[in-house]
Nanobody, 120 residues
Framework: QVQLVESGGGLVQAGGSLRLSCVASGLSSSSYAMGWFRQAPGKVREFVAAISRSGSSTTYTDSVKGRFTISRDNAKNTEYLQMNSLKPEDTAVYYC?????????????WGKGTLVTVSS
C-alpha cells in the first residue's frame, strides 16, 4: 500500500521560512517523479513544484520561483520543499504527490496534506 506522509507545516510570519518533508512508503521513490501541490481556502488545488526521479530536473509554478526549492533523497524515500520569503498568499494545505510522469506532473499518489499558515 502506497503512503505519502507530509510534515513540517505550521504558522510562520511573512518573510519567514518552513521546510516541508514527505516520506514515501510502499513504493520506491526513485521510480517516481515527486512533487507538491497546494490548496488555499476557497480555491482549487494548484501545482507548486516537481522533481524528476534522479533529482536532476526541477520545475516550479511562477509564483514560487526563486523562493521555494524542491529536493529529494532517494535513499530515504523522502522529498522536501524548502520555502523561503513566505507570503500570506502562500497559506494553504500542501500536498505531497508521486507520479510516473515528470512532465506534466499530475499526481498518481497523494498524501493527506500539511497546513501552512503565513501571517502578515
Amino acid at each position: 500500500q502506497v503512503q505519502l506522509v507530509e510534515s513540517g507545516g505550521g504558522l510562520v510570519q511573512a518573510g519567514g521560512s518552513l521546510r516541508l518533508s514527505c516520506v514515501a512508503s510502499g513504493l520506491s521513490s526513485s521510480s517516481y517523479a515527486m512533487g507538491w501541490f497546494r490548496q488555499a481556502p476557497g480555491k482549487v488545488r494548484e501545482f507548486v513544484a516537481a522533481i524528476s526521479r534522479s533529482g536532476s530536473s526541477t520545475t516550479y509554478t511562477d509564483s514560487v520561483k526563486g523562493r521555494f526549492t524542491i529536493s529529494r533523497d532517494n535513499a530515504k524515500n523522502t522529498e522536501y520543499l524548502q520555502m523561503n520569503s513566505l507570503k500570506p498568499e502562500d497559506t494553504a494545505v500542501y500536498y505531497c504527490a508521486a507520479d510516473n510522469i515528470y512532465r506534466p506532473f499530475r499526481g498518481d499518489y497523494w498524501g493527506k496534506g500539511t497546513l501552512v499558515t503565513v501571517s502578515s
